[in-house]
């Protein structure tokens, strides 16, 4: 990674379109710039994804760096923005929490029942749901319930998105 450098929101927005990740991480102050990061996943597709990756690698970052409470802090505000009680629905959430267990597994250790758990949640986007379980499959793959079996009866949904992304996420689970 490059010398830390500060980076404003419309630099940081910059830096995620061209998917120029190694450059986020290097942002001097991490912690900001994750957060910040957050008020992207209420965008749009593609940007939502590629917010979610700059926000998982960050976040891979910070454990490394021993800011692993920091991340779980992280994870609890996504999750918080998928509850109806805070007002303003984050539909990236599931995308980024995906990707912060893709990235710091240490930190994302007590949260991959909870995401699990969102394939039953009628109210968040469910294609993100599973997209998110796939991205963190090689740190699900112990979750409770077993999301081999939460996830086979997706290959038989109405929607051929949801059924792709659920085949894609059980090739990951090798399932």
Excluded at 99 to 106: Q, S, V
Excluded at 115 to 143: F, P, Q, T, W
Aim: aromatic content about 10%; proline content about 4%; hydrophobic content about 45%.
């Amino acid at each position: 990674m490059s010398k830390p450098y500060k980076i404003d929101k419309n630099g940081l927005r910059r830096l995620i379109e061209a998917r120029m990740y190694d450059e986020v991480a290097s942002a001097e102050k991490k912690k900001r710039t994750a957060s910040t990061i957050i008020s992207f996943l209420y965008g749009s597709e593609p940007f939502v994804f590629y917010a979610a990756e700059a926000l998982g690698i960050i976040c891979g970052v910070l454990e490394k760096e021993d800011e692993a409470e920091f991340v779980r802090e992280i994870l609890r505000r996504l999750f918080w923005h998928l509850r109806d009680e805070s007002g303003a629905y984050c539909r990236g959430a599931p995308l980024a929490i995906g990707e912060i267990g893709r990235n710091a597994p240490i930190a994302f250790e007590g949260f991959k029942n909870i995401l699990l758990s969102l394939l039953r949640n009628e109210e968040v986007e469910l294609k993100y749901v599973i997209y998110g379980i796939g991205r963190a499959a090689e740190n699900m793959r112990d979750a409770y319930p077993d999301p081999i079996e939460e996830l086979t009866p997706f290959l038989e949904h109405w929607d051929v998105v949801i059924r792709a992304y659920a085949l894609v996420t059980l090739c990951g689970l090798r399932a």
